[in-house]
């Protein structure tokens, strides 16, 4: 059985950074794609960002892209996401998500096999 924890979350000022980590284990699998998304206060739940095994292949929402980036550690089975000039609107639990793949990426919440149980970041104004 696949678990992600996801670690990193917090309190910030608007314009802060914060890093969030996603640590996998139990994986059979060799290649996977791995996500992540974030549920605000009242909100349905959002793709954030996205990377592929390899790691060459990135997607962002467009709320985060220029802000926000992906990237993986196969050495230490982690995908982080570095969260910069981070606003109020940013504010969410923020997951993680995998699944097999030999390749591409994968936007969308039902595209994913495993969560994490989610990270609480909040940005204060």
């Known amino acids: 059985q696949v678990q992600l924890v996801e670690s990193g979350g917090g309190l910030v000022q608007a314009g802060g950074s914060l890093r969030l980590s996603c640590a996998a284990s139990?994986?059979?699998?060799?290649?996977?794609?791995t996500g992540w998304f974030r549920r605000a206060p009242g909100k349905e739940r959002e793709f954030v960002a996205a990377i592929s095994w390899s790691g060459a292949v990135t997607d962002y929402a467009d709320s985060v892209k220029g802000r926000f980036t992906i990237a993986r550690d196969h050495a230490k089975n982690t995908v982080y996401l570095q969260m910069n000039s981070l606003k109020p609107e940013d504010t969410a639990v923020y997951y993680c998500?995998?699944?097999?793949?030999?390749?591409?990426?994968?936007?969308?919440?039902?595209?994913?096999?495993?969560w994490g149980q989610g990270t609480q970041v909040t940005v204060s104004s």
């Open positions: 998500a995998d699944r097999e793949s030999n390749g591409g990426i994968f936007t969308t919440e039902g595209s994913y096999d495993y």
């Open positions: 139990g994986r059979t699998f060799s290649r996977h794609a």
